[in-house]
């Protein structure tokens, strides 16, 4: 980071356009923006996540690491053409997926977004980066994004649901299975 920010407000935003990592001006809500600001909502998701009671300090770690990823992956977005997420950061999630995946029965049910408060934030977390991964992938349509980045944000929405499986079953907990609701007899 060449610059360091010594007065936060700037008032450069007020006309509905902010700065790119290049210095280009553009509209705040530009497809460029929206991912990287999905981007940055998930980063925060996942830092409450790790803020929550219950989530341990190996997934604590784990999470830790996928924010600093984040940061990453958002000042990619903020330099069209720049590509700092790699294959071996999109490995190293499916390693620490299947590690997890592992510790976990079969799915057999769907299941309800809950259990305890990690739980219940990590799958907050693995929602806002299903949204962050359409957002990228509503912007590659248009402009240059990192294929690799995709394929990240694909593969971390996966970690996040298997670790709030294993979250939702510490300290004896349990997931909470969907029951469809039954059609009324006829």
């Given at each position: 980071m060449g610059k360091r920010l010594t007065k936060i407000y700037t008032r450069t935003g007020d006309d509905g356009n902010t700065g790119l990592g290049t210095?280009?001006?553009?509209?705040?809500?530009?497809?460029?923006?929206?991912?990287i600001g999905t981007v940055d909502e998930l980063n925060s998701a996942i830092g409450m996540t790790i803020a929550t009671t219950g989530t341990g300090a190996d997934i604590a770690a784990c999470l830790g690491i996928i924010q600093h990823e984040l940061f990453d992956l958002g000042g990619e977005l903020s330099v069209p053409g720049r590509a700092v997420i790699d294959?071996?950061?999109?490995?190293?999630?499916?390693?620490t997926l299947d590690r997890f995946n592992a510790e976990l029965p079969p799915l057999r049910?769907?299941?309800l977004p809950?259990?305890?408060?990690?739980?219940?934030?990590?799958?907050?977390?693995?929602?806002?980066?299903?949204r962050a991964e359409r957002r990228a992938w509503a912007l590659a349509r248009t402009e240059a994004v990192n294929p690799i980045s995709l394929r990240y944000l694909?593969?971390?929405?996966?970690?996040?649901?298997?670790?709030?499986?294993?979250l939702a079953r510490q300290d004896g907990g349990s997931e909470v299975l969907w029951h469809p609701r039954r059609a009324p007899s006829a």
């Open positions: 210095g280009e001006r553009v509209p705040k809500d530009s497809l460029r923006m929206v991912a294959d071996a950061a999109v490995t190293q999630l499916e390693t049910d769907f299941i809950g259990g305890n408060a990690a739980a219940a934030a990590c799958h907050v977390a693995r929602s806002l980066c299903r694909n593969r971390l929405s996966d970690l996040l649901f298997v670790l709030a499986r294993v």
